[in-house]
């Protein structure tokens, strides 16, 4: 492949990859959506430790959540 070809691809890639990285600050009227309970990580903090502690109640394990096997050992 001549050189220039090569180096038009390498610019149109370039381009359309800092194209999609373009810097947007978060507007303060725009801050209200994302303090919302609903966008953390983990919205309801309480139902996820009750559902674990009955999980682990059940199962007789804890710790590995979405991880295969169980508390007897046996991958």
Known sequence: MPKSITALILISVFTTF???CAYQRVQPWERDILA????S??????DTYLD??????KE?????QGVGGGGCGCN
């Open 52 to 57: 674990e502690h009955i999980y682990f109640s």
């Open 36 to 39: 919302q309970k609903k966008m």
């Open 18 to 20: 800092i194209g999609g």
């Open 41 to 46: 990580l983990d919205p309801y903090p309480l």
């Open 60 to 64: 007789n394990s804890s710790g590995g």
